[in-house]
T-cell receptor, first 117, second 115 residues
């Protein structure tokens, strides 16, 4: 399977615990995006990487959130001291080029659903 | 800031019939792209169709077509000959051609297809 993969698919945790999600983009895709989707809403941008550099973080990404993309390959998103409001689907997407262009499509993974009890 | 509005939370269509999903957006940019994504119950987002803002010709992909009205900032999706497999959440999305190029999504329209 050469698509974007995310693990775990589901995560249930207690409030105050730390969680980490992993995203494996399509091979050689330079850009990697994290989005958060709450129930009944569209995804919202969290942060993105160009290769290993994290170029922008949304205001939605509080200090409890941190993301990395070592060596420009897979990426991790960590949430510290989880809160019930963090419950959501966390989506990862990758795109093949750092340039723009019509066909610079973002390919999405299946997401990680987080439930904070 | 760019915003995308989908005013129809739910739509229903009979199998084999045609349905149109609405989307409006707000931007001060002149170069951008618009997309419709489908998110089936398994929740993996799939690109349905895309449109370049500078192209007046409406995009078409098999049974899916758009009505792009740049001046009105409107971008509707028409699904012809609806099939049961079309049932899903549909999201309208906007992307600039510069900068982070992250997608800005609308809140979605849930499409039900009745047999």
């Amino acid at each position: 399977d050469t698509g974007v993969s995310q693990n775990p698919r589901h995560k249930i945790t207690k409030r105050g615990q730390n969680v980490t999600f992993r995203c494996d983009p399509i091979s050689e895709h330079n850009r990697l995006y994290w989005y958060r989707q709450t129930l009944g809403q569209g995804p919202e941008f969290l942060t993105y990487f160009q290769n290993e550099a994290q170029l922008e973080k949304s205001r939605l990404l509080s200090d409890r959130f941190s993301a990395e993309r070592p060596k420009g390959s897979f990426s991790t998103l960590e949430i510290q001291r989880t809160e019930q409001g963090d419950s959501a689907m966390y989506l990862c997407a990758s795109s093949p080029s750092t340039s723009g262009g019509f066909y610079n499509e973002q390919f999405f993974g299946p997401g990680t659903r987080l439930t904070v009890l | 800031a760019q915003t995308v509005t989908q005013s129809q939370p739910e739509m229903s269509v009979q199998e084999a019939e045609t349905v149109t999903l609405s989307c409006t957006y707000d931007t001060s940019e002149s170069d951008y792209y618009l997309f419709w994504y489908k998110q089936p119950p398994s929740r993996q987002m799939i690109l349905v169709i895309r449109q370049e803002a500078y192209k007046q010709q409406n995009a078409t992909e098999n049974r899916f077509s758009v009505n792009f009205q740049k001046a009105a900032k409107s971008f509707s999706l028409k699904i012809s000959d609806s099939q049961l497999g079309d049932a899903a959440m549909y999201f309208c999305a906007y992307r600039m051609d510069t900068g982070r190029r992250a997608l800005t999504f609308g809140s979605g329209t849930r499409l039900q297809v009745q047999p």
